[in-house]
């Protein structure tokens, strides 16, 4: 049975050191080696094969389509699966399993429907600078659901979150309608706690410090929302809401190759106490992003030191993490090797990304020189800030590739121009371009232009720019 012990303790998060480590292990060499049927047609629905099934095979591909069984439907389906012996039909096997993979992409859709009437019911009820803790309601959402996107919430905000659902057949919307709820903690807030100090306002209530499950009146839930945040709040401290993440070493372009990717390996199996390796580089740069999977994952291909390396990020919006060209980043990363048609290649599974310290450091001293020109200040030809014809109809085409009017970050901008257009170029092309008439440009929050294309009548003529002319006199 080792095989399906080690299906529930990687499912059910256990700590992955000392025996449980070694029950694991040996789970694995018989899921790679001889899986019992039910097991094999998981896998192989999920897009995997059983010889190349490791931790990560389970924890994103395998628990989630046992455990959508009981979350959407009933656990017995999950179960009739994993009995199946290995004279029953393959017929019977298949069905099973495709029956949980739909169960599974149910449970899916129905995390998103309510992922995103969560976040909407945050931005507009939630009050961020006076409570600390996230509670909201709904009659419609499913309570084998609302425990996945409260975990999500709280990764988005950094706040406990507490979803609570009134859909229960036998509700019919009075005060007394007992709605089920669960929550998600962060570090420094043990929920349990928080939720034993606010019992007045429950039914019952169970869990741990990181995540609980509760049940009460919805005539309690904005008393108890109130409780909940007053309770927390007496308990706050300055670095309470300071998060961090730890990598374990730093990489340098030259050390990421097959065979550290494969030393990797050694470790396994990965978990909980026994997390995958977590390194970190800083200053490389975006050779390319786009979008992938629909938009719900982003891959990245970067360089740094001569070095060219491809990256995924998982579950990633690419309007959040829009990083242009040449824009330069830290980033968190884990080690993968991907195999594609037999072909084997390293890949970085990124899990934190930001600018670096070099990018803001150079946006900023670019902004501080355009203000210095634009005040009079002498420059050089050698800093190439002065426009040509053809960058600003660059320019003005990438304006309108967008419509007649929007907003657009700098950096996307500077990204469809190309041309070796710097900051301070870009900003007196758009300067020129509002004077002459041609369109209106206000910068509304940093790095966003927000602006509109004017229709103009007859043909301007760049040249007779008062700015531009000021300009040409001011360089040396």
């Known amino acids: 049975y080792a095989d399906l012990v080690t299906l529930g303790t ?9 025996e449980n480590r070694n029950m694991i292990r040996y789970g694995l060499m018989k899921i790679n080696t001889s899986p019992r049927p039910g097991v094999r047609a998981l896998i192989e629905k999920a897009g995997s094969s059983p010889e190349k099934c490791n931790t990560s095979t389970i924890s994103f591909g395998i628990a989630p389509r046992i455990n959508a069984a009981g979350r959407m439907k009933h656990a017995s389906h999950a179960l009739e699966l994993l009995l199946i012996g290995e004279n029953d039909s393959e017929e019977s096997t298949d069905s099973l399993a495709d029956l949980l993979c739909l169960h599974n992409k149910d449970r899916q859709d129905e995390e998103q429907r309510i992922l995103e009437q969560a976040y909407k019911k945050v931005e507009e009820t939630h009050d961020f600078d ?80 990181l995540a609980a499950g509760l049940s009460l009146t919805r ?24 998060t961090s993440v730890d990598a374990d070493c730093e990489l340098s372009a030259a050390d990421i190759n097959m065979k550290c990717a494969e030393d990797m390996t050694l470790l396994e199996p990965f978990g909980s106490a026994n997390p995958t390796p977590l390194f970190y580089m800083c200053d490389v740069s975006v050779v390319k992003s786009y979008g992938i999977g629909g938009g719900k994952h982003i891959k990245f291909v970067f360089e740094k030191d001569g070095h060219t ?12 993490f829009n990083y242009d060209v040449g824009q330069r980043l830290d980033i968190m990363f884990n ?22 310290e070099s990018e803001t450091a150079r946006v900023e001293h670019e902004r501080r020189r355009f203000e210095e020109i634009m005040s009079g200040a002498v420059f050089s030809a050698e800093e190439n800030v002065i426009p040509h014809r053809d960058e600003f109809v660059s320019v003005y085409k990438a304006l309108k590739f967008g419509g007649n009017g ?71």
């Open 406 to 476: 929007g907003e657009i970050a700098e950096s996307r901008l500077l990204a469809l121009v190309g041309m070796g257009i710097n900051r301070i170029k870009l900003s007196i092309i758009l300067e020129v371009l509002t004077e002459m008439g041609l369109c209106n440009i206000k910068r509304n929050i940093v790095e966003l232009v927000e602006y509109e294309i004017n229709a103009v009548a007859i043909k301007v003529d760049l040249e007779s720019s008062p700015l531009l002319k000021k300009l040409r006199s001011q360089q040396k």
């Open 309 to 320: 390396f491809y990256a995924v990020m998982f579950g990633a919006s690419y309007e959040v």
């Open 130 to 209: 006076k409570d600390r803790v996230i509670v909201v309601a709904d009659d419609s959402w499913h309570r084998g659901v609302i425990g996945i996107v409260a975990s999500k919430v709280t990764e988005r905000y950094g706040l406990p979150s507490i979803l609570i659902t009134f859909d229960d057949e036998d509700n019919n919307g009075s005060s007394f309608d007992v709605g089920r709820g669960s929550g998600r903690s962060v570090s420094g807030v043990n929920l349990v706690e928080a939720l034993s100090a606010t019992s007045e306002y429950l039914v019952k209530f169970g869990g741990h410090e």
């Open 10 to 18: 990687i499912a059910d998060v256990m700590p992955m050191v000392d």
């Open 335 to 356: 080690l993968d090797i991907n195999e594609y048609n037999g072909y084997k290649s390293v890949q970085l599974i990124i899990r934190e990304i930001r600018k670096a």
């Open 219 to 242: 005539a309690d839930v904005d008393d108890f929302r109130n409780a909940v945040n007053s309770y927390v709040r007496s308990i706050e401290t300055e670095d309470m809401w300071v």
